[in-house]
């Protein structure tokens, strides 16, 4: 596996990392197979994956207990990232609370630490943009956890261009994570651009389009009742058979370099520069071993402009865009 570096501090990370999220939460099979996750971990530590990422509304906590459990013995070996500042509403838990104080990063530093039994997070990302509390004051707490070693890096997932470039005048950021693939382009207009810059790294969640670019949903009826894909406008009625066209341009590069769309999905990204480190997810090795492979194929220029032209999808990003890019 190759490695890259994030941000002007040079955070060393896998050129692939594993999303751990929906080996705990929001897609179908979520906490059904706890031991196949961790042999999942293991794996990816063997074929040299070192960025695992997490976040403490993953179940709530649970994720993190899970990935804590699956490091134990190879802490130094991995660069563990959570996330914080979203959590459930107390009188709603299927609301969430945006918390970006400065009371609320201590609070859930200590918490994640606690969770991921560890004595540092490695990169601890604001996992949502606080309306409510300046960019400026979040950002003096999570400088405040750098000196104290409680977390080594920070970042910001889901921040605009304008947010973060008021959080790296305070202290440097180290990556924004951001939805982006083929399925995902907005980050190409003003994020990217920013992000480079400012010698920020970049790690796309959700590389492979929430498993749509995989080409194995093909009906909304694969997913179970609870699976957070049957809320979202893009796998919707009419939006989900409109977006398949994606996956057959996709398929169509596949067929002529022999690999899966999953792949040459991930291999694009892989493409777009040195500081790019998606972050695929999945609950089962064969995946991770077909995901890692992706690292090894090298695709023409001619494909990935082929790729670059690949179809719009129709439908939003999340049912309610109101707390992303801000």
Wanted: a negative charge; proline letters at 6%.
């Amino acid at each position: 596996m190759k490695t890259i570096t994030l941000g002007t501090e040079k955070l060393a990370v896998s050129r692939l990392g594993l999303g751990c999220m929906g080996m705990s939460a929001f897609y179908t099979g979520a906490g059904q197979d706890e031991a196949g996750s961790i042999r999942t971990i293991h794996r990816a530590i063997d074929l040299g994956v070192t960025l695992f990422d997490t976040a403490e509304i993953y179940g709530p906590h649970t994720n993190e207990e899970l990935v804590g459990r699956a490091l134990a013995g190879h802490r130094d070996e991995v660069v563990v990232a959570t996330k914080f500042g979203m959590r459930p509403d107390p009188d709603d838990p299927q609301r969430r609370v945006l918390d970006g104080s400065p009371e609320n990063v201590r609070r859930s530093v200590e918490g994640s630490l606690r969770r991921l039994n560890t004595d540092r997070i490695d990169l601890y990302y604001q996992h949502r943009m606080d309306p409510g509390t300046p960019i400026e004051e979040t950002v003096g707490a999570l400088a405040e956890l750098v000196k104290e070693g409680k977390i080594l890096h920070y970042g910001l997932s889901e921040a605009a261009a304008a947010t973060i470039r008021r959080a790296n005048a305070v202290h440097p950021v180290t990556a924004i994570q951001s939805e982006y693939s083929l399925w995902t382009r907005d980050p190409e207009a003003e994020v990217l651009p920013t992000v480079r810059e400012l010698g920020i790294g970049f790690v796309p969640y959700s590389p492979l389009g929430r498993g749509f670019l995989t080409g194995s949903i093909r009906s909304i009826d694969q997913l179970s009742d609870d699976d957070f894909r049957r809320f979202n406008p893009r796998f919707e009625g009419d939006n989900l058979e409109a977006n398949i066209r994606i996956v057959e341009q996709v398929d169509e590069v596949a067929r002529q370099v022999g690999a899966t769309p999953g792949q040459v999905a991930l291999a694009w990204l892989l493409a777009k520069g040195d500081d790019i480190a998606p972050i695929p997810g999945t609950t089962k090795v064969a995946n991770l071993e077909q995901n890692v492979a992706a690292d090894a194929l090298e695709l023409s220029p001619e494909q990935i402009e082929q790729l670059d032209d690949v179809a719009t999808p129709v439908g939003d990003r999340y049912p309610d865009m109101s707390s992303v890019n801000r």
